[in-house]
């Protein structure tokens, strides 16, 4: 499995971006793709998650701003962030979750930058 995220740049505060990931390779036995962010000096944290059937989770920093959703015919997962902060400013990474019998693996994307400006 192969990600490539994309979308980030820089934005002013109150503004809107959408990042996508393009997964490629054994995409079928994907179970869950998530967002995760990076801030300067800070651990990387969980932003929003999506399984193979739709569901979704959005974490509480950024619900009701942020929406997941998948394109199933263009095999990407993309994260919609309006109202941005500056406070959203990270690298945000894609990753996939593959399942192979009782075997978790994980495929990280390469990242993308998110700079709010105030």
């Known amino acids: 499995v192969q990600l490539q995220a994309s979308g980030g740049g820089l934005v002013q505060a109150g503004g809107s971006l959408r990042l996508s990931c393009a997964a490629s390779g054994s995409i079928s036995s994907i179970s869950v793709t998530d967002w995760y962010r990076q801030a300067p000096g800070k651990q990387r944290e969980l932003v929003a998650s999506?399984?193979?059937?739709?569901?979704?989770h959005v974490e509480d920093s950024v619900r009701g701003r942020f929406t997941i959703s998948r394109d199933n015919a263009k095999n990407t997962v993309n994260l919609q962030m309006n109202d941005l902060k500056p406070e959203d400013t990270a690298v945000y990474y894609c990753?996939?979750?593959?399942?192979?019998?009782?075997?978790?693996?994980?495929?990280w994307g390469q990242g993308t930058q998110v700079t709010v400006s105030s």
């Open positions: 999506i399984t193979r059937d739709g569901t979704t």
């Open positions: 990753k996939a979750v593959r399942i192979l019998i009782t075997t978790l693996i994980d495929y």
